[in-house]
């Protein structure tokens, strides 16, 4: 009676997962270890698609490098990559009607407000420009929190290492920083692609993200009034009053 072999024969097909994990890991010294079971242990997705992407991030963290505290570089793609998808180009009809429903907004408003009326065209955007509309306001809402991290980290590091550990780390520290902006851009990336596939225009953090620009984001629009049997004008207007 023949035993079962350990491995896989060749026209045996494997598991898209396990042979990712596999090479990541090595192939030495595996036999009986099975890569999905650590994968799920460690709760990285199954889907082997989503975990290749997911590499790829981590390949990008290890090989960017940047001045800054924050990699704003690898921010921008992470960013754009997070909401791309269903992202239709914004229609000349849309911009219009998004145009018409500022303009109309502003006028009910300029009687009982303080603020003064202004001349600035309304806006329609995408997802993908309004990420580019507004990372630079994000730029400057959170370097200075991704500055103090990185002086924390540093100033820890000096007091709390013996001087023969700070030579030796050498080099080092300069990675870790590195590591640290790219870990900083990539999170600020993902969360900053994900609003867009939720916000309807350029205030609805309770900040001017756009600085003066007023815009709404009509694929959100759209999203935002499914299920209300609300009219879509009267959708737009009232989140051009909000």
Known sequence: MSSTPANNDDD?????????????LGGE?????DPAELAKAAGLPEDPKVLAQMFSQVQAMMN?????????ELAHDAARKSAAGDDPS??????????EALRLAEMWLDPFTDLAATAIIGKAWSRAEWVEETLGTW?????????????????AM??????????MMGGAASMMQNMGGALFGLQLGQ???????????STDIGIPLADLQ????????????????????????FLALR
């Open 139 to 155: 730029q400057r809402l959170t370097e200075p929190v991704a500055n103090s991290i990185a002086f924390a980290i540093s100033t």
């Open 90 to 99: 914004v229609t000349p009809a849309q911009s219009r009607e998004v145009d």
């Open 191 to 201: 969360a900053v692609g994900a609003l867009a596939k939720e916000v309807v225009g």
């Open 29 to 33: 010294g595996m036999e009986g270890f």
């Open 214 to 237: 007023m815009a709404l984001l009509p694929a959100n629009v759209k999203a935002f009034g499914e299920g209300l049997e609300v009219p879509e004008q009267e959708i737009r207007l």
């Open 158 to 167: 000096n007091e709390q290492l013996p001087e023969e550990m700070k030579s």
């Open 64 to 72: 960017s490098s940047s001045d800054t505290p924050v990699n704003w």
């Open 12 to 24: 045996t097909p494997k598991d898209p997962l396990s042979e990712m994990l596999a090479k990541l």
